[in-house]
């Protein structure tokens, strides 16, 4: 079968790194193709490569064939190659159709043709089954259909080679399969798809073959059908990966959380938080699943001090701590591991070192009489960098020149070294391989064996099952019911994440 896309030999080189090391990919024309790899071995990079956001040192790039060189998306474009990215690139004030044809109008005496817009957004959308309204406007559906959106811009454009960038991030299981049958109905309309994902289970479901980059060198490129998860796993992190279970007895202890008929609103003033009860112990993992958007980030950022609350309590460790300062709930036993780590969880402009010591800086040994101990600081820096696996060449390094999951681990670390009574975990392993997974999700349960109490939000259902003690379903602001991860599985959980239970509020 011909290629439809070959890098040949590629190398890449920012400061301090080597992103890319020789490395040669070839996917084939009509396959979906997984780039498969740790956090920071260079799979973005390549990618980036690619769509023309970056240009290799050396190497050579072949588009059907034909050598090619890409300095910018537009070339991208015009070479028939799309990129659907994680975070979605739409103004949710225009309609589904104004954003298809945005930056290519079809135009009728000058003029923008939006009928002729809907009519080729409907047909598309019919052809590939992707079933959006182009009248609809993106801020009133659901995060799923926005996916869609983005699929047919690039669709639109005439791509016929699609790289997905993790695209599962924020997809209920339900959705997640409306997904993978759409990658399987483009190929069979004769398009290719690179997909960048950490999840084996949809690597093994949607896949014809991978490809394993490890510290910016290729392993190996596997057939689907002549490998399993393990070996892959191993594969990529070049060790025995093994999956954290939270097997130990639950025996909660004393109420840690207690909070009590909380409303909350969102950046619309639209409430969002609405009457919610909950409650979470010492000793216990409590689980909120839910679909993006149904109230948690609203949630956990009314715990923290970051939003206001419009009724209600929230106490930790009896302490009531509505409405305080963020410093003031900290002090009173909370951590926090924010869902937009670059928003809320990293001052992007500090070092490594600065990031670890947000936290601690003005407490001894870190500090005395008001003066910082540098030296101490740049210790526990380096203790920490090393214990979490930080990909940084050194603790000096600015955090904004890290990749994602290694920013994520920056926190992870922060947040999980305090042993705070209460830990809220909002998306932890967002963005991460594998290995650090495991890593992380061993701290969370080693937190509970210490008896503090962890709140876990997670879009990754997988995560909740295998971790929680109870897990809380969360829809329109409400938790609709509480579970024993034992007595369900994913399929009952996404019912419950789409509301189909009636009652409410238990805690």
């Known amino acids: 079968m011909p290629c439809a896309i070959e890098m040949k030999h590629i190398r890449k080189v920012f400061p301090g790194i080597v992103a890319n090391d020789d490395v040669t990919l070839q996917v ?96 598309l959308s019919e052809k590939y089954g992707l079933d959006v309204d182009p009248l609809k406007k993106v801020e009133d559906i659901t995060v799923g259909m926005q996916q869609r959106v983005e699929i047919l811009k690039t669709l639109y454009r005439g791509s016929d080679i699609l790289i997905f960038d993790e695209p599962t991030a924020v997809l ?181 070192r600065e990031n670890l010591a947000l936290q601690t800086y003005y407490k001894e040994p870190y500090a005395k009489r008001g003066i910082l101990k540098n030296k101490v600081i740049s210790k526990k820096a380096r203790q920490l960098i090393k214990e979490y696996d930080i990909r940084t060449p050194d603790a000096k390094t600015l955090a904004r020149s890290l990749s994602g999951g290694n920013q994520q681990k920056v926190i992870v670390a922060r947040e999980v070294d305090r042993s705070p009574q209460l830990l809220i975990a909002a998306q932890p392993t967002r963005g991460l391989d594998i290995g650090a997974i495991e890593f992380i999700h061993g701290k969370l349960l080693e937190e509970r064996k210490k008896g503090k109490a962890v709140l876990l939000v997670s879009f990754e259902l997988d995560e909740i099952l295998h971790l929680s003690d109870r897990i809380a379903v969360i829809y329109e602001g409400r938790i609709i019911d509480i579970v024993n991860p034992e007595e369900t599985d994913e399929k009952q959980l996404g019912l419950l994440m789409a509301g189909r239970k009636s009652e409410v509020g238990r805690s």
Do not use: W
């Open 172 to 352: 209920t299981p339900i959705e997640i399969e409306e997904l993978i049958a759409i990658m399987k109905r483009l190929v069979r309309e004769g398009k290719s798809i690179i997909l960048i994902t950490h999840k084996l289970k949809e690597i093994f479901e949607a896949c014809d073959r991978c490809t394993v980059i490890r510290r910016g060198k290729v392993i190996d490129t596997v057939n689907m059908d002549e490998t399993n998860p393990s070996d892959l796993a191993n594969m990529m992190v070049g060790r025995k990966v093994n999956v954290q279970l939270n097997d130990s007895p639950y025996e909660p202890k004393e109420k840690v959380l207690e909070i009590h008929h909380l409303n909350v609103l969102d950046s619309r003033k639209v409430k969002a938080v609405n009457d919610l009860n909950l409650t979470v112990h010492g000793g216990e993992i409590l689980g909120i699943a839910g679909v993006d958007g149904n109230g948690q980030e609203e949630l956990v950022e009314a715990i923290a001090g970051l939003r206001k609350t419009h009724g209600g309590t929230i106490r930790i460790n009896g302490q009531d701590v509505t409405n305080q300062k963020t410093r003031r709930i900290i002090e009173a036993g909370l951590g926090f591991i924010p869902e937009d780590r670059q928003k809320h969880g990293l001052v992007l402009d500090f070092t490594v």
């Open 28 to 123: 084939k024309e009509g396959e979906i193709h997984a780039l498969f790899g740790e956090n920071g071995a260079g799979k973005s990079t390549l990618m980036n490569i690619l769509f023309g956001l970056n240009q290799p040192d050396e190497g050579e790039i072949y588009v059907h064939g034909k050598k090619v060189k890409i300095s910018d998306p537009n070339d991208a474009n015009r070479l028939g190659i799309g990129m659907v990215h994680q975070h979605f690139m739409l103004i949710e004030k225009f309609t589904v159709a104004e954003n298809i044809i945005l930056g290519k109008e079809p135009k009728k005496h000058g003029r923008l043709d939006l009928a002729k817009a809907v009519k080729i957004v409907r047909a």
